[in-house]
């Protein structure tokens, strides 16, 4: 009849040691929790990077598509003047031609 009292005691011991291994593993998932939290807040960070990086560059490539049509308007916009103005003696898109001057 001693077998259930060593029973028990066994159990009770076990019970003890789960019970002490918990308590020496207290805060493990605060720790946990903590670091998921500074890895998901990084990965939030660069992709609002990213983000504002990529809006930076759309800014960039619509300001040098204007600054580009600009530039083509007030080149033809000069040699229209150009070739409207009867004291210029330099070449137009409206005087050039493909053959050489004669002599």
């Known amino acids: 009849m001693r077998e259930p009292t060593e ?3 066994g159990l009770s ?5 789960a019970t002490a291994r918990l308590r020496d593993q207290r805060g493990s998932a605060l720790a946990a929790v903590l670091v998921l939290v500074v890895l998901l807040t990084v990965a939030g960070v ?3 990077n990213s983000t ?4 930076s560059v759309a800014y960039n490539a619509g300001d040098a598509s204007a600054a ?3 530039a083509e308007a007030g080149l033809s916009r000069a040699m229209y003047e150009l070739g409207q103005n009867a004291g210029w003696t330099g070449i137009t898109a409206s005087t050039w031609s493909p053959s050489p001057p004669p002599g």
């Open 68 to 70: 580009q049509y600009a």
């Open 13 to 17: 011991r076990l019970r003890d040691s």
């Open 52 to 55: 504002f990086t990529e809006i």
């Open 7 to 9: 029973s028990r005691d």
């Open 46 to 48: 660069a992709m609002v």
